[in-house]
């Protein structure tokens, strides 16, 4: 039998010598176009500075640009910092089938690799979307049970995901692509317990880095050996108790993973987006918060159960609370990370509205459902019912949703409208010549970079 | 939500051991050995091999420091009876080379990182350990960062960090074996000096990288035996 990484990389290269589907290259413009708001909004956080001052140190000649940053640093610590960037306020994708954010590692490559390969808008657009499907695709081959034991899955199937695009963006042969995808294997990252620190976004980072060094290598002729997949000693092995080969190599081209990644549209977790959803279409018809005398959300017994904390006291704690996702959603009318800053978190009107607000667990509802009763000061009472959550399978973000909330994110360090030229810039990547025009649009002019 | 644990003995232990000033015959006998082993590499990572200039070659856009850690520590991997120790001896040479270190403390570091890396190694259970994982590169990482968080002078709380990076990047299947191990362990000494880096420039990390729920123990071994790293850590030394 043929061994698991000839076969894949065969079949990566194969797909990626025809265009994408209209389908296919639509999800793959959204999970760019996400990934690339989120890079470039969260490059002001202090692990990026961290990784920038490393660069300083140990980085080597300084060509590679950084979204949402001035400064540039080489290809691997360029990479190191977009990935990061990208995952750090855990708003970035989602293939809920195996918890993989396949975007961050991606897109770092992809944009780290832009000034060296320059690659072509198709190309960038096939190597980002391949390298999704190709982390997708492994890790749906050993799961749950890989995730479940502990593995941070982003990290240790993203590598091999960054090594494909990688080795797309330099146009590798078949037997370059299989040996940038087996040196992958031995570069791994990624324990769940580094939960709760910088650590966890910068597995998503590290691995982006790694596959761009395992394609640097393969392309110098370093190799490993051909059953590193399935080897008794190999990688399915050493991280999982489960492997199924067919779900990484069977109905390449037909079967897209990409094809059900989601995207958040709130930075909190994902079992308030229905209150939240709920709160907002109420906020239109509130008005000024104070007018509200109690709110009472039914919701899935889990959402009380994992974000009930009715005061949180700064944002990281505001992130599991659903009763200040509803609260802030009336008060600002809008849910982005602004709502979920510490100081915002403890304003007197956010705090008077959570106190008015209760979730009453009920049984009957789905995960992704809500129905909120909110009583006004004069007796109104108003209702909302949200059937499935934006952002949900069953209701995915649209693509208007989905601007708003890259806007959001990238104009306060972009500066006004270039969210529009970046949606753009994406919408038409096939044609262009190179990734230049988009990158230039994601980096920040002088004047808003020190804000 | 399920974030990791918040305390870990073995983690401070160890951090603790990292950043403390040793002393004692013990200590000065893991010294001595440690000096012997400084002069063997420093001969060894002379002689270019063919794997270390491929490395120079195909990692050229890479700064100097990590492509140091890198190159040498395959090179001294080349030499059996350096194999082990190739990934602390790599790092110790990019770190000294990056703070200007003198012998007199680089030695000391050395000691320290060989110190960590034989008791995690007996933790584990190394012949059980080696199966599955490239053990020159798995355990190499711990001791190279613990080598280089003490040229670097980290305090113990950028120690603990820089040792919960090294741990969530342990790596190297077992099936990858000869020359790519030692690019692999390579690897592994250049991740070792990255994570003290940025330790230093506060970069944080779990608080039970060893042994927590979801650590390196949990997730890479199939026995684990606390007793072994923290038992007498910095008072009897091993090595």
Known sequence: ?451 | MHNGSTTSDVSDAVAAFMVAPHRGASYDAARATARVLLHAARRAATRLDAGAALIERTLAAYGDIPRTAQSRAIIIAGDPALRDEAAILGAAIAAAQLCRTSDDVLIGAIAVGRELQTRLRNSVGESAFRRIWNVDAALGVFGAVATAARVLNLDASQARNALGLAATQSAGIAATTGATAGVVIGKAAADAVEAAVLASHGFTSSAASIEGRRGFAALMATAFDRSAIIENLGENWTV
């Open chain 1, 1 to 451: 039998m043929t061994p698991v990484a000839e076969t894949f990389a065969c079949e990566i290269n194969r797909t990626a010598q025809t265009p994408l589907s209209d389908t296919v290259a639509r999800e793959a413009k959204r999970s760019f176009f996400n990934v690339l708001g989120l890079a470039a909004g969260a490059a002001g956080h202090e692990g990026v500075d961290a990784i920038l001052a490393t660069a300083q140190q140990l980085g080597g000649s300084r060509h590679v640009p950084i979204l949402g940053r001035a400064e540039r640093a080489d290809a691997h610590f360029a990479a190191l910092a977009m990935g990061f960037a990208a995952h750090v306020d855990d708003f970035d994708d989602t293939h809920l089938a195996t918890v993989i954010h396949p975007g961050a590692a991606t897109l770092a490559v992809v944009v780290a690799l832009a000034e060296e390969a320059t690659p072509s808008g198709a190309l960038a657009l096939t190597a980002f979307a391949l390298g999704c499907e190709a982390q997708l695709r492994v890790g749906v081959s050993i799961s749950p049970e890989h995730y479940d034991r502990g593995w941070h899955i982003t990290g240790t199937c993203g590598v091999i995901g960054a090594a494909v695009a990688a080795g797309l963006l330099f146009c590798f042969d078949d037997a370059a692509l299989a040996r940038a995808i087996r040196l992958a294997t031995s570069m791994t990252l990624g324990h769940r317990e580094a939960f709760g620190t910088m650590t966890k976004a910068f597995h998503p980072g590290k691995a982006a880095s790694n596959g761009i060094m395992a394609a640097m290598l393969a392309r110098g002729g370093v190799d490993a050996p051909a059953d590193v997949f399935e080897a008794k000693n190999g990688f399915a092995a050493a991280l999982s108790t489960r492997f199924d080969p067919l779900q990484m190599l069977g109905a390449f081209g037909t079967r897209w993973e990409l094809s059900s990644n989601t995207y958040k549209p709130y930075p909190c977790g994902i079992v308030a987006h229905p209150s939240i959803d709920a709160a907002l279409a109420l906020a239109a018809r509130v008005g000024d918060p104070a007018r509200i005398a109690s709110i009472e959300a039914h919701c899935h017994p889990l959402v009380p159960e994992l974000m009930g904390n009715p005061e949180p006291t700064d944002g990281l704690e505001a992130r599991f609370s659903a009763i200040h996702g509803i609260a802030v959603a009336l008060c600002d009318g809008r849910v982005g990370l602004a709502q979920y800053e510490t100081e915002r978190v403890r304003r007197d009107n956010v705090r008077a509205v959570r106190a008015k607000t209760r979730l009453v667990p009920d049984p009957s509802c789905a995960r992704d459902e809500v129905r909120v009763d909110l009583r006004l000061a004069d007796g109104t009472i108003l209702h909302e019912h949200v059937e499935h959550a934006r952002g949900s399978l069953a209701r995915p973000l649209t693509d208007k949703e989905l601007f708003d909330k890259v806007e959001l994110l990238v104009e306060p360090r972009l500066g006004a409208g270039v969210a529009q030229s970046l949606s753009d810039a994406v919408r038409s990547l096939e044609s262009a010549p190179s990734l230049d025009v988009l990158i230039a649009l994601a980096i920040p002019q002088a004047s808003v970079a020190r804000a």
